[in-house]
């Protein structure tokens, strides 16, 4: 069974950093194309940030040059680092896999609020 949990949001202020993290079990990330996503009220959820098997990422151009997506293996955990927020950021951050599709099952996210 795929479980993934997220954490490390917060309430932060414009220019601030944040972490997020995703410790996954049933899957092993380090083979698994592997995505950040986020749905702001309102919106559709978008992925933001993505991991494939071999290590290649790619980015949403709202969040390029200001996000990092990266792994740690022997955590089976995916890490979101988030740089210079803004408050068009303010969303709820959700992890998953990205290719084929992400799995039916979503975490619970977690929120990011940026403040101006």
């Known amino acids: 069974q795929v479980q993934l949990v997220e954490s490390g949001g917060g309430l932060v202020q414009a220019g601030e950093s944040l972490r997020l993290s995703c410790a996954a079990s049933?899957?092993?990330?380090?083979?698994?194309?592997m995505g950040w996503y986020r749905q702001a009220p309102g919106k559709q959820r978008e992925r933001v940030a993505s991991?494939?098997?071999?290590?290649?990422?790619n980015y949403a151009d709202s969040v390029k040059g200001r996000f990092t997506i990266s792994r740690d293996n022997a955590k089976n955990t995916v890490y979101l680092q988030m740089n210079s927020l803004k408050p068009e950021d303010t969303a709820v951050y959700y992890c998953n896999r990205y290719w084929p599709r992400p799995y039916n099952s979503w975490g619970q996210g977690t929120q990011v609020n940026v403040s101006s």
């Open positions: 991991i494939g098997s071999g290590g290649a990422t």
């Open positions: 049933g899957i092993t990330v380090s083979i698994m194309p």
